[in-house]
């Protein structure tokens, strides 16, 4: 896949090892070049967990919502059970497929892939942890495709048959936006838009992050932190306010989540 990539986006930039604010920073926007409603899909070729090929020459005859995400992304695991409901009510009229990228948050137990075979695998944990329905493809090692697109952890991209992008959702977590883009694709109207919604649906990301952490290393817990200490916060205090998303496992996954993050960050949080 060659698409014509900027320089400074090297494979090996893109693959980094610890999370830092500049790719917190990078992840809020989409520059005015990024690819996004109007625009033509890039060609790319890629293998699928179940032995097919998700390509831009055979996209097939219905429309495509294509989503990228990675088994350490905390949006990621909030938007796997969005998506599932959208795909029970439109998986007839829209093909669905998850694009594997980078980690989002690399850690000691899920780091950052170094080889195809190594993505392949993460690609499967990210499926089997979810059970997910549809179909998971694998970018390349560099993420070609990923970064074709200005990568972001979690963004959801409609696709007509002739490969024509007609939305796009920075999160795919965001449900009603998807819900209406995806209902008038199914009843074959033109479909022309963007959701640029932040607040919501990073809220119900950050309840997320200290199973993240717990999955993927302590080193995780550390490098979010150090990157975005209020996202940390508002995941921890997550566990202790029912009302709030977040992947529960009891009291004492809850506890130990938020001293491993906390000690990993030599910080300590006085609530008063």
Known sequence: MDLNLPAQQS???????????RLLIDDMTFGRDALGPGGRLPEFDLPTLDGGRFTSRAL??????????SRTCPVTESAVPVLGRLHTRFGEQVRFVLVHTREAHPGQAI???A??????????????????????????IDGTLHRAFTPKPNSAY??????????????ANDETALRQALEQAASGNTVHGRSRAMARPLLRAVGHLPGIVTAAGSR??????????????LGALSRLFPGLPADRRGPAAAAAALIACAAAAGLVVVLV
């Open 220 to 233: 995780t817990g550390h490098d979010v932190w150090r990157a975005a200490p209020p996202l940390a916060i």
């Open 158 to 171: 409609l696709i007509d048959a002739t490969g024509t992008i007609t939305f796009r959702a920075h999160w």
């Open 60 to 69: 097939g005859r219905r429309p495509v919502l294509m989503v990228f995400g």
């Open 115 to 140: 080889t195809a075979a190594e993505k392949h695998r993460h690609a499967q944990q990210l499926r089997d942890h979810h059970g997910i329905p549809f179909e998971v493809a694998v970018d390349d």
């Open 111 to 113: 780091r950052q892939p």
């Open 11 to 21: 494979g090996s930039d893109y693959r980094f090892e610890r999370f830092r604010t």
